[in-house]
């Protein structure tokens, strides 16, 4: 973008080439090319400055339009991009048909100003996190350039997500595998993945959902939300080992956390019944006093193998002990 800018900025210096220094700096903005470059220049340092002058070039100047929404789109103003979607419409409608880049960040825009108003004319709340919401002017915007550019990740993701906020999981699943069969694997898609799963969950497909979720896993080991999601439906399925497996992964990234280590004892004296055809297990409150305090200093395997070995001990307690002992009913 620097080197566009800087080229762009000599050959412009050579066709206007004056002189006259002190006049030179007077006629800077008397130069659409001069006006558009020096207001991309400046976006970092003087954002307002840099609205303002590309606001006055739009009319004129497609590409204006374009850094334009970029620099709104980057600020979070969504409401004045909304404002400018009619214009855009009216004089460069080629931006919406050819420019995927551009028209997901519209389409978006609107799907994030949803609710807060009642027409595009006025703003929505500005420097307030919005959901994404349904918008068939966002689907107008998004559907047309997902047909044309099917391996565009952002605009099918927004594409699917449309569909999704019009409990359509279907459609957002057709959208969503085009795209990832259509187009080499990034390291960003594990989320198309995981939405993916929730879609196949959603439809009764629980094995092609743990397909996804384990394609979600492979590009992005450390996911926690994939790793608790990938434990619940190996749950589901009986595939307890494996649930087991993603929970201590799960611990393993995010740290000790209560919600987790519930789940995991309980898939592993899910196990144990399993393996034992019991339905209540008897174990001595030692015994998991000093198994709870392993599984705080992440030493998760040593903490099921004791709790193991205190279910595999077959001596009777005494009258004191029996007082003790934790009655551990197992629900599937």
């Not at 590409?63 to 991009?81: D, E, P, Q, R, V």
């Not at 992005?220 to 434990?231: C, D, E, R, T, Y």
């Not at 280590?261 to 001595?284: G, T």
């Amino acid at each position: 973008m620097k080197k566009q800018i800087l080229l762009l900025l000599l050959s412009s210096m050579f066709l206007h080439f004056n002189t006259d220094s002190e006049n030179q700096k007077g006629k800077r903005f008397k130069n659409t090319i001069h006006e558009t470059i020096w207001s991309v220049y400046s976006q970092k340092k003087d954002p307002k400055k840099s609205f303002s002058t590309l606001l006055k070039l739009a009319k004129k100047n497609k590409y204006a339009y374009k850094w334009l929404i970029s620099l709104l789109h980057k600020t979070g103003n969504f409401g004045k991009i909304s404002q400018m979607i009619p214009l855009i419409k009216a004089t460069f409608p080629d931006i919406l048909q050819n420019d995927p880049d551009t028209g997901f960040m519209l389409a978006h825009a609107l799907m994030r100003c949803k609710g807060t108003f009642q027409s595009s004319l006025f703003a929505c709340k500005q420097k307030q996190p919005l959901q994404l919401a349904y918008d068939q002017g966002a689907m107008d915007i998004i559907q047309p350039l997902n047909k044309k550019f099917p391996t565009h990740q952002q605009v099918a993701a927004l594409t699917a997500a449309l569909y999704d906020l019009s409990n359509d999981p279907l459609n957002a699943l057709v959208i969503a595998e085009k795209y990832l069969n259509s187009s080499a694997t990034k390291p960003t898609d594990f989320i198309i993945y995981f939405k993916n799963t929730a879609r196949y969950i959603k439809l009764g497909k629980k094995n092609k959902a743990l397909a996804s979720i384990k394609k979600c896993i492979e590009l992005q080991p450390g996911f926690v939300p994939a790793l608790i999601l990938s434990a619940n439906l190996n749950n589901e399925m009986n595939k307890i080992e494996e649930a087991i497996s993603n929970c201590k992964a799960a611990l393993e990234t995010a740290g000790p956390n209560k919600m987790i280590i519930f789940m995991l004892i309980k898939l592993f004296f899910k196990l144990k019944k399993a393996q034992h055809k019991l339905s209540e297990f008897v174990l001595n409150k030692e015994c998991m006093e000093k198994a709870m305090k392993l599984l705080e200093e992440k030493k998760y395997d040593k903490a099921l193998n004791f709790i193991d070995t205190c279910l595999a001990k077959k001596t009777k307690p005494d009258e004191k002990t029996k007082k003790e002992q934790l009655k551990i009913k197992v629900i599937s």
